[in-house]
C-alpha cells in the first residue's frame, strides 16, 4: 500500500490528487479502502482509474475563451463520411482536459528559474546562435504563459550534455547551490529539447522543485492556444510518449517495492501492462479521429482545387508577422495579430485579391521554433500537411531579429522533414518583414523582398512577385478573347475566369475581354465557343 500511496503522489504527469473532482473522490477512495482489501484488489481499481484525472494547467485558467481565437475564415471540416465514427466535442474535451501533463495547484503563480546548458565541442553545439540568444528565447517562451514569471537564470557550460546529469559534477553542484540560494521560485525549466524521466525525477529530487524542458514547456503554451478539435487531438497524442516514457520509469521504482510487476485480479496484466494497454487504446483513438480529419481536410483541398482558387501558405518562425502579413494583404480587420509566441496553431485562411483582380488564398500555418523534437513536429502533421499542398509558399523572416539567419535554416529543416515537394521549395519566396525595426536597412540577399507588413511598405512589390509565381504554378494565362455580347460568353467568361478589362465595340456588337484563365477553363471556352475568335 506504501508504493500505492508513493506512485499517486509521485507520478510526475499523473498527478491525478490534483485532478478534476471526481478524480481526486476516486483517488481517495481507493487509499481509504486500502485498509479493508487487498493490495491485489486495491491495483485492480487503481488500474483503471490511474490514467485519468490529470489536472488542467492552471495558467491556461482564467483566460478570455477568445483571447488566442484567431479569427478569419476559419478550416470548417464538414464532410459526408463517417461522421458518426468521429470522437464528438465533449469527447475531445475530457481527453484534453483530463490529461494535461503540468502537475500545477490551481492558481498557482510559477516562478521559474532558466537553466542553459552552453555545449562547448561536438555535434549538439550551435554554431549558428549564441548561449545568450537562446536564453532569451528561452525566457520569452516563459514569459509567455500567464501566471509564469522568471525570477533568475544562469548560462553553464558543459561537455557531456548527453549525461543524464547534463553537466559535470562541479558545474551540477554549482548549479544546485545557485537554485538553493534562489529565494521563492517554485520550478526550474532547464533549455533542453528533451529531458529522459530518469534526468527529470533526478532533478526534481535534488532540487526539490518540478522541472521542465522545451518539449514541455512549448506543449504547455500549445495547450493554452488550442482552440479547436483539430489542434487539441493532436497536442494530447504529442503528450502520449511523453506519458508512456515517464510512466515506465515510475513502474520500474514501484517493481523495486515488489508492487509493479503483481497479476491484477487473475487477468494475467501488471499494473505497468495494464496501463500501457489504456495509453496505447487512447493513442489509437486519437490517431484514428485526427485520420479521418485529415480526409476531410484532403476533401476541402480537393474543393478549392476544383473552384480552382490558388493557395498560398505563409509560414516562418514564430512571431515573425506572419498573421499581420496576411492581414495587410487581404485587408481582413476580423484578424488580430498578437506580439506572442504560438498565436496561431490551427490553419487559417483569408480570402485575398491580387493585383490582375485573381481570387487568391492565404493560409495562416502555425510558426516553426528551434530544437522541437520530431514527435512534436510529428503530431502536428494533419496541420502542416497544407504546406504540401499549396500553389505557393512565402516565408516570412523578422530580419530585425538577431538570431534571424539560424530561425532561417530551422524553418528550412523543418520544411525538409515534412518532404516539401522541389517545386514548392524552389519557387519560395522569401520576405524580410520588420525592416522599419532595423536601422539603415540593406538588402544584401539576392531575390529577397523587404517589407513591413505594419506599415505596409513593400506590399505592391510582394503582391507582384506572389501573382507572377501563382501564373506560373497553376498553369493560368492571360489572354485577350473576343466575344459576341449577344451569346453568354461574356457571363461565361466571369464565371469561369478572372475577367480584367473588357473593351466594348459598340457598332460591332462585341468585345475583347482581357482575361486570366486555366488551361481547362479556356479548353471548355473553346469547345462551347468554337466560332469566336481571340
Sequence with gaps: ??????????????????????????????????????????EGAAAGSLLRGFALSSSCRGRDSDEFRVRGQQEEEEGDEDEEDLLDDGEVEELFLDYAPAGLAPGQQLKVFIVHPDVKWGSRKQHLTTAGLMMAEAEGLVNTLENWRVVDKIV???????KKKIFGKGNFQLLADKIRQTA??????????????????????????????RYSVVLHIFRCNARTKEAKLQISLAEIPLLRSRLRNEMANLDQQGGGSRYIGGS?????????????????????????LRRKRKLLRSQRKHKEFPVV????????????????????????????????????????????????????????LSQLP???????????DDIKHSDLLVHVRDISHPETENQKQNVLSVLKNLQTPERLMSSMIE???????????????PDVLPISALTQRGLDQLSAAVEEEILKSTGKHILDLKVDLSSPQLSWLYKESTVQDVAVDADDGSAVVNVIISAAAYGRYKKLFTDKGR
Excluded at 156 to 162: C, D, F, G, Q, R
Excluded at 269 to 286: A, F, G, H, P, S
Excluded at 313 to 340: E, F, H, W
Excluded at 377 to 382: C, E, H, K, L, V
Aim: hydrophobic fraction near 40%; include cysteine.
Design 1 to 42: 500500500m506504501t508504493a500505492l500511496r508513493r506512485i499517486f503522489s509521485r507520478l510526475p504527469p499523473l498527478p491525478l490528487l490534483q485532478g478534476p473532482p471526481r478524480a481526486h473522490r476516486a483517488a481517495c477512495t481507493l487509499l481509504h479502502a486500502a485498509g479493508h482489501r487487498s493490495s491485489s484488489q486495491v
Design 156 to 162: 553553464l557550460s558543459t561537455k557531456t550534455p548527453e
Design 184 to 213: 521563492g521560485i517554485n520550478a526550474v525549466f532547464v533549455n533542453v529539447e528533451r529531458l529522459s524521466p530518469g534526468a527529470e525525477r533526478e532533478f526534481e529530487e535534488a532540487w526539490g522543485l518540478k522541472v521542465f524542458d
Design 268 to 292: 494475467g496484466e501488471t499494473l505497468m501492462e495494464v496501463q500501457q494497454r489504456l495509453l496505447k487504446e487512447r493513442e489509437m483513438k486519437i490517431r484514428l479521429a485526427l485520420e479521418k
Design 313 to 368: 501558405s505563409v509560414l516562418g518562425y514564430t512571431n515573425c508577422g506572419k498573421t499581420t502579413l496576411i492581414k495587410a494583404l487581404t485587408g481582413d480587420g476580423g484578424m488580430q495579430p498578437r506580439d506572442q509566441l504560438f498565436a496561431t496553431l490551427d490553419v487559417t485562411v483569408h480570402g485575398g485579391m491580387l493585383p490582375c483582380r485573381m481570387p487568391v488564398l492565404y493560409v495562416d500555418t502555425i510558426g516553426f
Design 374 to 384: 520530431h514527435l512534436l513536429i510529428d503530431s502536428f502533421s494533419a496541420t502542416l
Design 431 to 445: 520576405v524580410h518583414n520588420k525592416i522599419d525595426l532595423v536601422d539603415d536597412y540593406k538588402c544584401l540577399e
